[in-house]
């Protein structure tokens, strides 16, 4: 790419078909992986495993340019209206929160369904609380999506989780509005550490 | 905590010097010289963040001191090579200062009463938020937050602990904003039906690099602090944590928090606070940041009707990197910059209002914007009605347009904010985007 090229721009009239989106991303030209994620959210559900193979690829900018396919996708699918979509999209990713999808990328899964995960995404979020490495950004997940489930399923980690990660959950119902027992949970905010 | 059931240096003091009423040797810097104010009007002072603006801040400080206004006594950085050329400033003009990697131990001394924050944007809010817990007043660093719920708390608790928060957005202390509100406000061009801003592109990032361990000198683990935890790599920091959504989120929301805290003075729109946004952008082509190198966006206002424009790289009709054009009723005017740096167009200056025309309050205080900005910080802190010129509150403000600028790239829709609720009109993705849960335990 020269000094001078200008930044390509998405093509909104096109609905791109997997195969292209696949190849696009793959290209070792940065302009046509750029203009190819930027159209995943044009192909919808069936591009979100393939991307997220992609996102594990040894080019770095390969699985660079399929995370931003995958982020495209939530936020297309996300709108308003875009009901039956935005379950589809939900569907795929909450089954890449499985073992044998790598941490880093288990990790951008949970924020991606933070953005537009419902209750069919908290029992398996949940399920991560128990999970070492991937545990915190579970909670954090369940913090931001909305409704009774996530909130009911953070006040039962409470008493459930390790306790060394329960001050972490407490965290979590404080910022949604739940009153929690100072003294056996203290907020740990203002304790210098180092 | 109750600030107000605290005991400070200076009440002790008092308590001491009347209960004692009898001759006692007080350090010469706690008692008035000629022409100096004691340590009575002298406002202690701690820097966290001192690389980059925090360096020019410490400066300012130092300054402070000199004019017998201030005492610095500490400095802290999670990069200890930044902490270590910070102390030595100090002790190079004389000041000797405590060094501290947690900023939480800063907050902890109650001889401090203010602190001046010069962190990466993530830092912001919740660094606020616990210097005012620990009564401390602040000077932030614009932008004041990198989401709208951090903005709410930030003011919530500038309020709740009655502290005087003061965000880095200089242009209001500036003499070309000065004259350009003043022209404006009373009419030189009418009514404002547009302001067109334009701003040289993001910068992409042309060499990437893949993660790897964190230099010795910083404590990575410190450095993210409230963002979710991933590897280290050499595009994060230092400095260029402004060209990630995250952590900086690009031109718009680094000079944008500027130029648009000027333009809502000189609509006098700072209680404007509901407007559709819309935007476009290119992406970068490579590498770790993720703010567009060109956008374009769009705000409309309504009742008053008005339209903001921010592009990259826009329409420049001026002469220098960035600016803003005025589009009235009558006319047009031109202000370079923020409104601080540069300079004011001639008819701006020599414009006279009538008798009993709208005066914009400006401090006055020195030559220098920066100093002036910073003075008018101390000086709101010394006087009990008085809240400085960019409050947080009004800082606030700015940032949610910075914030739902990007926001509405990043969700390539158009959103429409209701200001009253600070919440976006119908759209559940974008609201649960208007906060970012923390990492234990770098919260609010």
Known sequence: MTENSKFIAINEDKNMKLEELVKGIRSDKPDVRTATWQQAGTVGASAVKPLAKL??????????????????????????????????????????????????????????????????????????????????????????IPGEASLASLRNALGSVPEAFRLNIAQSLRARGEAVDPERYPCQKLVPKK | ?????????RDFLATVTTALAVPYVI??????????????????????GVGGMGSGHLGRGLKFKELGQAEVVAVCDVDSTRLANAAKKCADAGVEVKVYADYRRLLQRKDIDAVVVSTPDHWHAVQTVHACETGKHVYVEKPSSVTVREGQDMVDAARKYRRKVQVGAQGRSGKPAYYTCRAIRNGIIGRITKVDCWHYETPYDKNPLPDCDPPPQLDWDMWLGPLRWRPYNPRYCPGTFRWLMESGGGQIRDRGAHQFSTILWCL?????????????GTPPPLGLWDCPPTV????????????????????????????????????????????????????????????????????????????????????????????????????????????????AYLLGRKLVFDGQLQRVVGDDQANRLLSTPQRHPYHL
């Open chain 2, 268 to 280: 006098n729109a700072d209680r404007q606070t509901s407007f559709t946004v819309e935007a476009t």
């Open chain 2, 27 to 48: 350090p010469s810097r706690v008692l008035a010289a000629a022409g100096k104010p004691g340590a009575n009007e002298r406002t202690t002072l701690g820097f966290i």
């Open chain 1, 55 to 144: 996102c594990t690829e040894e080019n770095l900018e390969v699985g660079r340019a399929a995370r931003r396919g995958l982020e495209r996708i939530v936020r297309t699918v996300g709108a308003p209206g875009i009901q039956s979509g935005k379950s589809a999209v939900v569907q795929e990713l909450l089954t890449l929160l499985s073992d044998d999808t790598p941490i880093a990328l288990r990790r951008d899964i949970l924020w991606l369904l933070s953005e537009i995960g419902g209750g069919e995404s908290v029992e398996p979020i949940t399920a991560l609380l128990k999970h070492h490495a991937l545990r915190e950004d579970a909670r954090m997940a369940l913090e931001r």
């Open chain 2, 1 to 9: 905590m109750n600030p107000n059931k605290m005991i400070k240096r």
């Open chain 2, 296 to 407: 374009d966006v769009t705000y409309t206002f309504k009742d008053p009707d008005w339209t903001l424009i921010w592009s990259q790289p826009g329409r420049k009709t001026g002469k220098t990197e960035f600016g803003q054009m005025f589009y009235g009723e009558k006319g047009r005017l031109l202000l370079e910059w923020e409104g601080a740096r540069k300079w004011a167009e001639p008819e701006a200056i020599d414009f006279e209002p009538v008798a009993g025309g709208f005066e914009p309050y400006t401090p006055g205080l020195f030559d220098d914007f920066g100093l002036n900005h910073m003075g008018e910080w101390l000086k709101a802190i010394k006087t009990p009605d008085h809240l400085p010129n960019v409050d947080i509150e009004i800082a606030h403000r700015t940032s949610i347009l910075c914030i739902l600028g990007n926001l």
